[in-house]
């Protein structure tokens, strides 16, 4: 296995993970409630779902597409 394959796998994994706790993070009861007033989820889950799509992105990216 390559060195890029592997780093894409890993960037895959870790972008599913931040996915995740962002995904957590805005069914959570504070945040629904900062939604709510505010009308946009708190900073820290925009910033999981953020880097869990660039990371899953750019994971993917890597392991699928050879250069």
Do not use: H
């Not at 409630?33 to 009308?39: A, F, M, N, P, Q």
């Amino acid at each position: 296995m390559s060195g890029q394959k592997l780093v894409g796998i890993v960037l895959l994994v870790v972008g599913i993970g931040l996915l995740y706790f962002g995904w957590q993070g805005s069914q959570s009861l504070g945040d629904q409630l900062s939604e709510t007033v505010t009308g946009q989820p708190t900073d820290e889950t925009m910033w999981f779902l953020i880097g869990g799509a660039a990371a899953a992105i750019g994971g993917a990216f890597l392991l699928f597409f050879k250069r």
